[in-house]
C-alpha cells in the first residue's frame, strides 16, 4: 500500500511539473527523475574558458528540485550554483561550490556526465 501513495504521489508531482512548463517546448526529458530546459543552456566564455549553463527540474518522491547548473569545461568542474526545493510543505533555496569532476564522488560524477551531455545537444544545434 505504501509503494502505491509514493508511485501515486510520484506521478502526480510529475504531472504538475509537466504542467507548469508545459509553454516550455525545448524541455528534454534526461531520465525518469530529471527533466532538463534546453533553451536554458548556454555556453559563455569567462576569462578564456568555456562554461556551459542549464537548468533542470529534478523530481524524487514528493520533492521537486529546480536547478541551475553551471559547467566549467575548461577546468572540469561542476556546480550547483542554485537549487530551489519545494516539497508540500516548505520552500528553500541552497547552492554549492564548485566541485572537481575528476576527484568528486559519484553524484559529482553523474552531474558532470549529465552537463557533458547537455554540452554535446548544445554543440550539435550550433553545427545546425
Not at 506521478?11 to 528534454?28: E, G, P, Q, V, Y
Not at 553524484?107 to 545537444?121: G, H, Q, S, T
Request: glycine letters at 2%; aromatic letters at 10%; one cysteine or more.
Amino acid at each position: 500500500m505504501k509503494t502505491k501513495k509514493i508511485v501515486l504521489a510520484l506521478a502526480m508531482t510529475l504531472a504538475i511539473s509537466a504542467t507548469a512548463f508545459a509553454a516550455k517546448d525545448n524541455m528534454w526529458q534526461y531520465n525518469k527523475y530529471t527533466t532538463i530546459d534546453m533553451d536554458s543552456a548556454k555556453i559563455s566564455y569567462d576569462m578564456g574558458r568555456e562554461v556551459l549553463t542549464f537548468e533542470t527540474i529534478e523530481v524524487a518522491g514528493d520533492t521537486t528540485d529546480y536547478c541551475t547548473y553551471v559547467y566549467n569545461v575548461d577546468d572540469q568542474t561542476i556546480q550547483l550554483k542554485e537549487m530551489v526545493t519545494k516539497t508540500k510543505k516548505s520552500k528553500y533555496k541552497s547552492s554549492f561550490y564548485p566541485e572537481d569532476i575528476k576527484d568528486g564522488n559519484s553524484v559529482i560524477k553523474a552531474r558532470a556526465r549529465m552537463a557533458n551531455d547537455v554540452l554535446e545537444k548544445v554543440r550539435q544545434e550550433r553545427r545546425k
